[in-house]
């Protein structure tokens, strides 16, 4: 691993332990020693080139942070993500290298729909209807 200054070491450890991927605005906000706005984007950017942590964008909001996982259920109402560390990918990746003559590296599987609460509030006022 290479060496991480204080400001980058702490950042990582703010999303590594996180059990969710966060934003910038959270992460800054974890910060002790307040950072700027620019240096923490220039700090995740950082990160994220040297693949040291992974971004998600979800429906082309701003990005979110996250060390490793990858699997994600996002909640298109109210916008709450569920992260998962169990894969569920098993064979698949293998199948798609083959297919494609492909090195795969990693993957990020994002699951969206309604989280219950949001289902329960569409189903209330779709009478009922499934979707
Ligand atoms: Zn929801
Ligand atoms: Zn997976």
């Known amino acids: 691993m290479i060496k991480l200054t204080e400001n980058r070491k702490e950042i990582f450890n703010i999303i590594k332990s996180s059990k969710k991927p966060i ?13 700027d706005c620019s240096t923490v984007y220039r700090t ?17 909001k ?5 060390g490793t996982g990858g699997h994600f259920l996002f909640c298109k109402e109210c916008g709450e993500i569920i992260a998962f560390d169990q894969c569920i990918i098993g064979d698949l990746e ?3 290298e083959d297919k494609f003559n492909y090195k795969i590296t990693n993957h990020v599987l994002y699951f ?5 609460k949001c289902y329960a509030a569409y189903q209330k006022k779709h009478g009922g209807q499934e979707l």
Do not use: M, P
């Open 44 to 60: 995740l950017e950082f990160l994220t080139k040297k693949q040291i942590i992974n971004s998600v964008s979800f429906k082309g």
């Open 94 to 96: 293998s199948k798609i």
């Open 112 to 116: 969206q729909g309604y989280c219950s």
């Open 62 to 66: 701003s990005f979110y942070y996250y």
């Open 23 to 35: 934003s910038a605005k959270v992460i800054q906000s974890k910060i002790k020693d307040k950072l």
